[in-house]
């Protein structure tokens, strides 16, 4: 059997097993799920295909694709790039360089403000705030078929962005807009809104400096929130709680032990503040409702 660095075809059992060795080696302790998502990316298989087939043969090409993912992955890219696509509350998402990963930790933020919206008869609208790859807007746009306006600063997410409310078949729903959301004339620009969401950038200095190897792949402007991570928070909910009607909501992602601090930003800001938590039960999101 050829090595990682092999250049003929191979079976591709024989390939996921070669694959999962070298990422072993480099430290990986998810190399059986990585090696399959890269085996079923570049040789174009499903993995009960793999598991009922493992005698299929991949072709030279096919084996030296994956073979070059392996060694991406091992460099530090995240597999998520590496894919150029990820699930989020089971819907697709393309992502690469210059947009933030999906991450399961979010979809509290999506269960929180979907569960204020079927509550709410007669919502005329939600924005999404640092809509990053779409994700959090488009599903909750596809969860209670209420439109959402999304907003993002960076032209690579952007695109990203748009490519995903296609993808996802949402343009009657989901509007992207390219806007500074810290912005004072974006904000005035803006009607009144019912719903407003936000995954911002809470990453304190400290986080920065501790970053796993893989997340300094993703865009700083995404991740770092100032040296305490606060800062969007003081800038945004002043900003932004004046575009709630009367009873919205403003639900917004925060890092680990946030919580005081943003929700002292939010009652600051006559908004009534609540919390969930994820399922790891770490407080994720803080809500504010208008009062």
């Known amino acids: 059997m050829s090595g990682i660095n092999g250049t003929g075809g191979v079976k591709v059992g024989e390939l996921l097993r070669e694959c999962m060795k070298a990422l072993e080696a480099a430290g990986n302790d998810n190399q059986r799920f990585e090696a399959e998502q890269l085996v079923m990316k570049f040789c174009g298989v499903k993995r009960s295909d793999i598991l009922m087939f493992p005698g299929l043969e991949s072709t030279a090409e096919q084996a030296a694709e994956v073979r070059g993912a392996v060694q991406r992955r091992n460099s530090g890219e995240p597999l998520q790039y590496i894919l150029g696509e990820w699930e989020f509350y089971g819907l697709p998402f393309y992502v690469g360089e210059g947009v933030l990963i999906p991450r399961q930790d979010t979809e509290t933020l999506v269960e929180t403000a979907a569960r204020f919206l079927w509550e709410r008869p007669g919502v005329s609208g939600a924005a999404d705030l640092c809509a990053g790859s779409g994700c959090v807007g488009i599903t ?9 306006k999304l ?11 748009r490519r995903n409310i296609a993808l996802n078949g949402a343009e009657e729903l989901c509007e992207a807009m390219h806007a500074d959301v810290l912005s004072d004339d974006t904000a005035a620009g803006m009607p009144q809104l019912d719903l407003i969401v936000t995954n911002p950038p809470y990453l304190t200095a400290q986080d920065m400096r501790e970053l796993q190897p893989e997340v300094t792949h993703e865009p700083e402007t995404a991740l770092f929130g100032g040296d305490d991570g606060l800062d969007y928070y003081r800038r945004m909910v002043p900003l932004w709680g004046a575009k709630l009607n009367p009873g919205g909501m403003l639900a917004a992602e925060i890092g680990m032990g946030q919580h005081g601090d943003v929700t002292r930003i939010f009652e600051e800001n006559g908004l009534r503040a609540g919390f969930e938590k994820d399922l790891c039960g770490v407080i994720r999101v803080i809500y504010g409702i208008k009062q």
């Open 151 to 161: 907003l993002e600063l960076s032209e690579q997410a952007l695109g990203y962005l």
């Open 140 to 148: 909750l746009a596809k969860l209670t078929g209420i439109p959402v």
